[in-house]
């Protein structure tokens, strides 16, 4: 038996789905190879058919086809027979039947031949392949604004059994390739009708940009058909083109898209596109069709207001369009429903992302209620960017409940937000309008208002804000009835009379949501009262006791109650009253001639509304001899009095002060302070630092005010501005006693905590004794502490010494200004004889032993130095000469020759003589006899004597300099070159006019200007001059040492043809001493320790 | 001025040649507005409106087109007609522009503000070299021009693309330059006395 098993499918449906194929393929394509070439082998060793294939279109007829054996026309067919069926047989002439389906299960077929041949097939359902007809789409559109296809197609499903599902695929086509741009497959079910089918399709490249095609095709899968499910053909292409036209070429046109989305824009031109750019960004073009070209953007950003321009240039145009990139409305957020006065509900929301679209891009919102079933919709505001947007949704009457939704839409999307409410509980009512004030009594107004809106069916919690002048500030709620439209009234109590405040007011709900905002303020002020208390009063007795000065203070504002009108006084005593009425304020004092007898002072203050309580005083105080004065010292304007509790005092404590430098009585101020009090702190602006108050405290009995305490301070502790006014009393040799006096008061400025003393040796000319330098080692300083003291003995001084003295007071504010002296001390006598005497008992004894060795020695003497006959030889004279001849060259001119000896000349003195303040006796000692032609040294003794000096100095250095200061200065001064100094006007004498004969070489004695022009003078001088040169020649002071050595180098001076020895007698002058130290020593300095000096 | 009268010297009287110098002066000023205005307009359509190099061509206005080179070397009469006539359009087409602005750019009210001033300066300029017209003896042609112009710039911009109206409006401020500089320029030829 011939059995086929298998079909091999044609060649032509190779690429078509075979839906069984439920094996895997390497063995599905064995399996079918192995067939064919049995089936094969069979037809050739009988001639039978080959390749029978049975196809069906809607699974009721069956379509088979076999190809005739070798040898066997297709024309010789006889008959076709199916074993298992009646009427089986079918004639024919052809290789082609059409057979009812056959039910599941294998079928011999058998294909008889007019030439007897017989073909056997074994047909099953299995065999044979499902392809419906080929689908005719209806219709094919485009919408070229949005780029989309349209594609309609009926699925004929009216000749299908149902329900089968048919698989659709549709390719779209895009010139110029005719590659499919878009392949989809999409499934439905036939249900036994024809039903039209719809497909849309949007394209990325716009419509415009080409030509774009559309085919179909389908199969059918039936859950009772096991066969083959083909594909059906592909539909014929329906095409769709856009017409150009000539104004606009680039597409799409105003385009709104997702900012970041991909966008591919073309430009449909005739002639070349040069470039293509969005922005100012030029990007690569993509050709399409034609000069059809594209630009492709991705990731394209939000646009500005006016649009994301995309421009394409050709050769002789330029073309563009508009793209608007941005977002779909974002979610509104915070959005709130709430109404002013449930006449209509103010919703208000956020709108969240900007979305980067304006104008007819913009969102557009709409607020519905879901309830009512009403919805409003939002009109644009432009201006509007992130700020909430408001939208007023009319309230039904009666509606309590909303349940709102809010949608905002753009071209990009939607989003919505809603928002659930019971309208009574968000109620924030209008600004309380036309606020009034009405006076109902002195601490009672009437506040009245107007709240637009519906409140019928609520209560209104209201706050009352009251504010004084004084920015004292009070809130009072308040709840009211609710009313429509109304006016609304409250009672503001507790005020204070004449006072001004501020009201201003704010409602909400009972049941809160928010406060409206505050009222406008409206000031008003309340009614006068009669005082509450009288004046504060105190009084003082004049300074001749006859009259009583009644004092009283102005009643504070809350305590006055209004504008003090008059105040009346009143003094009665057991016999009579005296009174004093309507003292107009602002008069604080009155005063009455009373005797100085018990009286009692009551004063009362009047205003409009009336007069207040008295305030009484008993005019007399209770003695107190137990008073103490008290030291205190405040701060900054302030200064604090403590005092112990005294229980006697019943009434309270009165504390007054005044300045101290003020005559009686004196009152700057009191102040009352309660009876339990031991502490105060007194405060005043009159309070000024540096002057002194007196604090009196009183206690108050049952029979009057008593003096507890008398204190006197300072706010503030200034320094001195005075110096205390001191002088010398006595003076001695080594000691000053010095006495000073108080400083007033006024000028002291503190309490006196001591005085300084400084003291060092100065003049009144020195410049380090100007002033003290800190630190100084010189200075001495005693600090007096004992402000009783008035007198200082300064010990251990210098006899004949000046010192400077300085005294300063200080307090807790500083050390006052200084004053100074200057003070020589005496000198000391003792030393003066001790000098006197030594010098003289050395003399003596010096000539006595001279005498006595000149005696003894007589002969020798005569022998050596007054021999009888003199031997040149033993001359020294001649020796030095010549030893000084051959020892320098230079001297030459010093040999001894012949000469007439010079006159003797008294030479000037070029020095000036410094100060001297000793008194000296300057006595030549005498000349030794035996000590030939060596320069006489002069030996000064000097005896001084000099009364105190003294120098009284203020520290005013202007003063000083002016010589306004007294001075008293002893100075004894004897000088043994005095008579021979000359003023300086005199040194100026040119030499030259000086007649007579003048040894022509002068030595230079001060500086070597001197010199040059001592020598450019004496060049001019004519005669003889001697060669010497002088710079060889040293000059030494007399009272050095080496001017009586022999044996020195300046031996010259012993020189019998010196023609200037005199010249060395002159000292120089000592440029660093500003005493005549090098004129000759002093006894009184020898013996004194000066280490000054 | 066609007339010898007007071909001659004309002898100015002072309130024509003081309304001729006030007209002068007003060009002169809307000459320096009108760079504002398109300087303005630019940069409120984004790029590259604005970049060197960017120049779209000029669409057809019927009505109103661009001073003619051959401008110069019409009588000066002629030439302060044309100016009348062109800034008489003018007004409607920057009505429309600002219309289309409005829209497209909601949030710039400034160039709003400045096309709506230069539409009533442009009016008033028209007028004022009217009345010169009409002082030296020669009669405007009326007001064709601006209803013309308006009927095609609505349609223009009702059918056309936005990135059409925005170039049509960059023409329109730029025809507004440059008539106003025109007739700056023959108003000066009128001052100086240089009658054609």
């Not at chain 1, 079928?107 to 392949?129: A, W």
């Not at chain 1, 809010?406 to 071209?411: E, I, Q």
């Not at chain 1, 309507?582 to 409009?608: G, R, W």
Request: aromatic share 8%; with cysteine; proline share 7%.
């Amino acid at each position: 038996m011939d059995v086929y098993s298998g079909w091999k499918q044609p060649s032509w449906m190779v690429d078509s789905k075979r839906m069984r194929m439920t094996l895997n393929l390497p063995w599905l394509l064995s399996a079918l190879t192995l067939l064919h070439l049995t089936i094969q082998a069979h037809s050739l060793k009988r001639g039978a058919a080959q390749d029978l294939k049975c196809t069906t279109k809607n699974m009721h007829v069956w379509d088979c086809t076999w190809s005739a054996s070798a040898g066997v026309s297709p024309g010789t067919v006889k008959e076709v027979c199916i074993k298992d069926r009646l009427n089986s047989c079918h004639r024919l002439e052809s290789t082609n039947i059409k057979i009812a389906a056959l039910s599941p299960g294998d079928h011999e077929v058998t294909i008889n031949y007019l030439n007897g041949f017989q073909n056997k097939f074994t047909l099953n359902e299995k065999d044979v392949s499902l392809i419906p007809d080929t689908p005719e789409s209806l219709n094919l559109s485009a919408d070229f604004s949005t780029s989309t296809l349209h594609l309609r197609w009926n699925d004929r499903g009216s000749a299908f059994p149902y329900p089968s599902n048919a698989t659709w695929e549709i390719k779209v086509l895009q010139n110029p390739s005719m590659e499919p741009v878009k392949l989809v497959s999409f499934n439905t079910t036939l249900s036994g009708q024809d039903i039209v089918h719809h497909w849309n399709w949007t394209s990325d490249l716009p419509l415009q940009c080409a030509p774009h095609s559309v085919g179909i095709r389908w199969y059918i899968d039936h859950h009772r058909f096991s066969g083959y499910k083909v594909w059906s053909d592909w539909s014929l292409l329906k095409n769709i083109s856009w017409t150009p036209n000539s104004e606009t070429n680039v597409f799409p046109q105003d385009k709104v898209i997702l900012a970041g989305s991909d966008i591919t824009f073309c430009c449909v031109s005739q002639t070349k596109v040069l470039s293509g750019q969005i922005g100012r960004t030029f990007c690569p073009l993509i050709h399409l069709y034609g000069e059809n070209v594209a630009i492709r953007i991705q990731n394209i950003s939000v646009s500005e207001n006016s649009g994301t321009n995309v421009v394409f240039t050709t050769e002789d145009n330029v073309y563009g369009t508009v793209v608007f990139a941005g977002y779909p409305p974002d979610v509104p957020q915070k959005l709130n429903c709430e109404t002013h006065d449930f006449k209509e509900i103010i919703c208000s929301w956020n709108p969240g992302r900007p979305t980067g679209l304006v104008g007819p891009r913009n969102t557009d919102y709409t607020l519905s209620e879901s309830i009512s079933g009403k919805s409003v919709a939002f009109k644009r505001f432009e201006t509007l960017t992130n700020e909430s947007y408001r939208l007023a949704f009319q309230m039904l009457p009666g509606q309590e409940i909303h349940n709102f939704t809010l949608t905002g839409r753009n071209p990009l999307g939607h989003a919505e937000s809603a928002i659930f409410i019971n309208i009574t509980e968000r109620v924030v009512p209008h600004v309380p309008v036309s606020l009034r004030v009405k006076d109902i009594n002195s601490t009672v107004v009437a506040l009245s208002w107007h709240l637009p809106g519906n409140f019928a069916k609520i209560n209104l919690l209201c706050q009352v804000q009251i504010c004084k002048a004084s920015s004292e500030q009070e809130v009072r709620n308040a709840t009211i009835k609710g009313a429509e439209g109304s006016s609304y009234l409250v009672a503001v109590d507790k005020l204070n009379p004449y006072t001004l405040y501020t009201f201003r007011v704010r409602c909400s709900t009972e049941t809160f949501w928010k406060w409206s905002k505050w009222s406008n303020e409206k000031r008003h002020l309340t009614m006068e009262a009669i005082p509450s208390r009288g004046p504060d009063t105190w009084r003082e007795w004049s300074s001749d006791g006859k009259n009583l000065i009644i004092y009283w203070k102005p009643l504070p504002i809350n305590e006055a109650n209004g504008k003090i009108l008059s105040y009346n006084v009143s003094c009665s005593s057991n016999e009579e009253t005296q009174s004093l009425s309507e003292i107009l304020d602002p008069q604080h004092k009155a005063e009455i001639q009373l005797e100085k007898n018990d009286y009692i002072i009551s004063v009362v203050a009047k205003n409009s509304a009336g007069s207040s309580p008295p305030s009484k005083i008993a005019s007399m105080e209770i003695p107190n001899d137990d008073i103490l004065v008290e030291q205190a010292v405040g701060m900054g304007k302030r200064i604090f009095l403590s005092w112990h509790p005294d229980p006697n005092m019943t009434c309270d404590y009165v504390i007054k002060w005044c300045n101290s430098s003020r005559s009686e009585p004196c009152l700057m101020d009191w102040i009352k302070v309660p009876s339990n009090s031991t502490e105060t702190i007194i405060e005043s602006d009159q309070f000024q630092p540096g002057v002194r108050y007196n604090f009196y405290l009183y206690g108050c009995t049952n029979q009057g005010y008593q003096l507890l305490r008398s204190i006197i301070g300072y706010i503030e502790e200034l320094a001195p501005i005075v110096a205390p006014n001191f002088t010398v009393e006595d003076t001695s040799a080594d000691s000053i006693l010095v006495k000073w006096e108080d400083i007033p008061v006024e000028e002291l400025r503190g309490f006196l905590r001591g005085y300084l003393f400084y003291f060092q040796k100065g003049e009144r000319d020195t410049p380090k004794t100007r002033t003290f330098e800190t630190g100084h080692s010189d200075i001495k300083l005693k600090n007096i502490t004992d402000i009783s003291q008035k007198t200082l003995r300064i010990a251990d001084l210098q006899g004949k010494t000046s010192y400077h003295l300085v005294l300063r007071a200080y307090t807790h504010g500083g050390l006052g200004p200084e004053k100074s002296m200057f003070v020589v001390t005496k000198e000391n006598s003792v030393g003066l004889i001790i000098a006197i005497l030594i010098p003289v008992a050395v003399a003596v004894i010096v000539g006595v032993v001279t005498s006595i060795l000149c005696y003894r020695k007589r002969e020798w003497i005569k022998e050596t130095f007054y021999p009888d006959i003199p031997n040149p030889e033993n001359c020294k004279a001649l020796q030095f000469q010549k030893s000084i001849c051959e020892g320098s060259s230079a001297l030459k001119t010093l040999e001894m020759n012949p000469c007439t000896p010079n006159n003797v000349e008294v030479l000037e003195s070029r020095s000036i003589v410094p100060k001297i303040e000793d008194t000296e006796i300057i006595s030549p000692v005498a000349e030794r006899p035996g000590e030939c032609s060596e320069a006489d040294p002069e030996n000064h003794v000097v005896v001084s004597y000099c009364p105190p000096i003294i120098e009284e100095e203020i520290s005013n250095p202007a003063a000083d300099e002016a010589g306004g200061t007294s001075q008293v200065v002893y100075i004894d001064v004897q000088s043994m070159y005095q008579p021979q100094a000359k003023p300086e006007e005199e040194q100026g004498i040119d030499p030259g006019v000086v007649a007579g004969y003048k040894p022509q070489m002068r030595l230079p004695i001060n500086s070597a200007v001197e010199d040059t022009t001592a020598e450019d003078e004496a060049d001019k001088t004519a005669g003889y001059r001697p060669q010497a040169n002088v710079n060889t020649w040293n000059l030494v002071s007399p009272d050095s040492p080496r001017s009586t050595d022999s044996n020195s180098e300046i031996v010259s001076f012993g020189s019998p043809c010196s023609i200037n020895s005199r010249q060395f007698l002159i000292p120089p002058k000592d440029e660093d001493s500003p005493k005549s130290n090098g004129g000759g020593w002093s006894f009184t300095n020898f013996f004194q320790n000066k280490p000054n000096d | 001025m066609e007339d010898p009268q007007a071909d001659s010297s004309i002898s100015f009287l002072p309130h024509l040649e003081a309304k001729i110098r006030q007209t002068h002066n007003l060009a002169r000023l809307l000459t320096k507005y009108a760079e504002q205005l398109l300087e303005e307009y630019v940069q409120q359509q984004g790029d590259p409106f604005g970049m060197p190099g960017f120049s779209p061509p000029r669409l057809s206005l019927a009505g109103l087109s661009g001073p003619s080179p051959s401008h110069a070397g019409l009588p000066l009469s002629e030439r302060l007609r044309l100016d009348a006539a062109a800034l008489g359009a003018l007004p409607a087409l920057l009505d429309a522009v600002r219309r289309h602005q409005a829209e497209l750019n909601p949030r710039s009210p400034r160039l709003q503000r400045s096309l709506e001033e230069a539409a009533r300066q442009a009016r008033a300029l028209g007028a004022a070299v009217e009345t010169v017209l009409a002082a030296l003896g020669s009669a405007a042609r009326g007001p064709g021009p601006e209803h013309s112009a308006t009927t095609a710039l609505s349609t223009a911009n009702s059918a056309a693309s936005i990135f059409s109206a925005k170039v049509l409006g960059l023409q329109v401020c730029g025809l507004y330059g440059e008539w106003v500089n025109r007739t700056e320029g023959d108003l000066s030829q009128l001052v100086h006395g240089g009658v054609a």
